[in-house]
């Protein structure tokens, strides 16, 4: 399994940010396609999570209603549109699949089998 995640960078408080990632090597249909962060220091958070077959998505309650979690099949690739940015700590955004018990379920990383290196997202304020 390959990822390629891309769109992270520098923006300041209350923009907005799309990340991409493009995975290759798998079946789109066996897995949830999760968004996971972490700043230095901290616990890796699930962010959002979608079921690419059915378009199923969950937010962690920090990021409802200001992410948009999106895919198109056609290009394997799962897309994280940010908005309403909070001034924060970059944190590494990380792209995962994952059991779909886990994508709907608090999106855990336990249910994670492949990761991604991630794109490094940083908020000024």
């Known amino acids: 399994v390959r990822f390629v995640e891309s769109g992270g960078g520098l923006v300041q408080a209350g923009g907005s940010l799309r990340l991409s990632c493009v995975v290759s090597?798998?079946?789109?249909?066996?897995?949830?396609v999760g968004w996971f962060r972490q700043a230095p220091g901290k616990e890796r958070e699930g962010v959002s999570c979608?079921?690419?077959?059915?378009?199923?998505?969950t937010y962690a309650d920090s990021v409802k209603g200001r992410f948009t979690i999106s895919s198109d099949n056609s290009k394997n690739t799962v897309y994280l549109q940010m908005s309403s940015l909070n001034a924060a700590v970059p944190a590494v955004y990380s792209c995962?699949?994952?059991?779909?018990?886990?994508?709907?379920?608090?999106?855990?990383?336990?249910?994670?089998?492949?990761w991604g290196k991630g794109t490094l997202v940083t908020v000024s304020a």
């Open positions: 995962a699949l994952l059991l779909f018990y886990y994508c709907t379920n608090g999106i855990s990383s336990k249910g994670v089998d492949y």
């Open positions: 090597g798998f079946t789109f249909d066996d897995y949830g």
């Open positions: 979608i079921s690419p077959a059915n378009g199923d998505t």
